[in-house]
């Protein structure tokens, strides 16, 4: 049974920071592409950034370059997503998925004021 369980949201002042943590059960996680997407109120979904676990290769969106970092620790099936100098505009829930195999978390909650 495959799993996606996000923690580390919260609030915090624009400039500030926050670490979210996506742990990984199953199979999942090997050789796969685990990505964040965000979805403010109103908005569409978007993706922020993708990691593929077993090259390593990220990318991102174009609004967080230079400002978020995804990172893996394979030896914990866990996929991070550092998120610095935050902008009231990265509000949002934010989601941790594995889109190739349709797989989703519940999501944790980021407020930027």
Request: aromatic share 8%; with cysteine; glycine share 14%.
């Amino acid at each position: 049974h495959v799993q996606l369980v996000e923690s580390g949201g919260g609030s915090v002042p624009a400039g500030g920071s926050l670490r979210l943590a996506c742990v990984v059960s199953g199979s999942t996680y090997n050789g796969n592409c685990l990505s964040w997407f965000r979805q403010a109120s109103g908005k569409e979904r978007e993706g922020v950034a993708t990691i593929t676990t077993g090259t390593g290769n990220t990318d991102y969106a174009d609004s967080v370059k230079g400002r978020f970092t995804i990172s893996q620790d394979g030896a914990e099936n866990t996929v991070y997503l550092q998120m610095n100098s935050l902008k009231p505009e990265d509000t949002a829930m934010y989601y941790c998925a594995a889109p190739l195999s349709g797989y989703w978390g519940q999501g944790t909650q980021v407020t930027v004021s």
